[in-house]
């Protein structure tokens, strides 16, 4: 009975309760290590600006391999739930790679059928949490792992959405995921359309890129483009993009 209660207590309280309310469950639930993000390069530097900026609501990052766009996306989240701003992190992406979206046959919850297309992005979050105070995270939805085709019919409040490899999402999903927004809640959706496994016509990045160009004025959206000459990564990775003729 008490563990019920615990877990119902845990249910109603935000994340900045939960973190100072289980710090005897969680050894170091409050970690010193602080989040500082930097630009390695001006667009880089742009990037951050807007992903620190509240008046931000729904920001694209577009471009190659390398140039940080999940990375800086997930810092952000990070920062801003050690800041105590936010209650919760959303992780999001279209599993096109296995059969159009289809778990079922991959062993485990949908959070360990998740689990391939989500490394990238725990890769970065464990460098501030521990597998344990990540694991308690993600069981009281501190940290939520959701597959777009579920996101449907839903709207998130105070909290940080990370939509990646979105251009294997389709125009229908797009439209469906950007109108997910709720109060106090920020989304980023990253992409690269070189690495699309959709066709242009039912690329949901390159379709929502191309109306946003149309768009006369944006007040709460905004996109960043990266190029090759932005990557952070190891000099061959440049070199493999111009191999392909991806510039």
């Given at each position: 009975m008490?563990?019920?209660?615990r877990?119902?207590r845990?249910?109603?309280?935000t994340?900045?309760?939960?973190l100072n309310s289980n710090?005897?469950?969680?050894?170091?639930?409050?970690?010193?290590?602080?989040v500082?993000?930097h630009?390695?390069?001006?667009n880089?530097?742009e990037?951050?600006?807007?992903?620190?900026d509240?008046?931000?609501t729904?920001?694209f990052?577009t471009?190659?391999?390398?140039?940080?766009?999940?990375?800086l996306a997930?810092?952000?989240?990070?920062?801003a739930l050690k800041?105590?701003?936010i209650?919760?992190?959303?992780?999001t992406?279209?599993?096109?790679?296995v059969d159009d979206?289809?778990?079922?046959?991959l062993?485990?919850d949908?959070?360990?059928?998740?689990?391939?297309w989500?490394?990238?992005?725990?890769?970065?979050?464990?460098?501030y949490y521990?597998?344990k105070?990540?694991q308690?995270?993600?069981?009281?939805g501190v940290?939520?792992?959701?597959?777009?085709a579920y996101m449907?019919g839903r709207?998130?409040?105070?909290a940080h959405?990370i939509?990646d490899?979105?251009?294997?999402?389709t125009?229908?999903q797009?439209?469906?995921l950007?109108?997910?927004i709720g109060?106090?809640s920020?989304?980023?959706v990253t992409g690269d359309?070189?690495q699309?496994d959709?066709?242009?016509y039912e690329?949901?990045?390159?379709?929502?890129?191309?109306?946003?160009?149309?768009y006369?004025q944006?007040?709460?959206i905004?996109?960043?483009?990266f190029?090759?000459n932005?990557?952070?990564r190891?000099p061959?990775?440049?070199e493999?993009?111009?191999i392909?003729?991806?510039k």
């Open positions: 008490a563990r019920k209660n877990k119902q845990y249910r109603n309280e994340h900045a309760e939960y710090v005897h469950y969680l050894p170091q639930a409050q970690k010193q290590k602080q500082h993000i630009g390695r390069n001006p880089q530097k990037y951050i600006q807007k992903l620190l509240p008046k931000q729904i920001i990052a471009g190659p391999a390398g140039t940080g766009k999940t990375m997930v810092l952000a989240a990070v920062k800041e105590q701003t209650d919760r992190l959303i992780i992406r279209p599993a096109v790679g979206e289809q778990h079922g046959f062993p485990g949908i959070n360990a059928k998740m689990e391939p989500t490394k990238p992005i725990f890769d970065v979050v464990r460098e521990n597998a105070q990540i308690m995270m993600i069981t009281e940290i939520e792992i959701s597959p777009l449907r709207t998130f409040k105070n959405v939509a490899e979105m251009q294997n999402a125009p229908s797009m439209k469906m950007l109108t997910r109060d106090n920020r989304m980023v359309t070189a699309a959709r066709k242009e690329n949901g990045l390159i379709d929502f890129t191309k109306l946003y160009n149309q006369a944006s007040e709460y905004t996109l960043c483009t190029e090759s932005d990557i952070e190891h061959a990775v440049i493999v993009l111009d392909y003729g991806d």
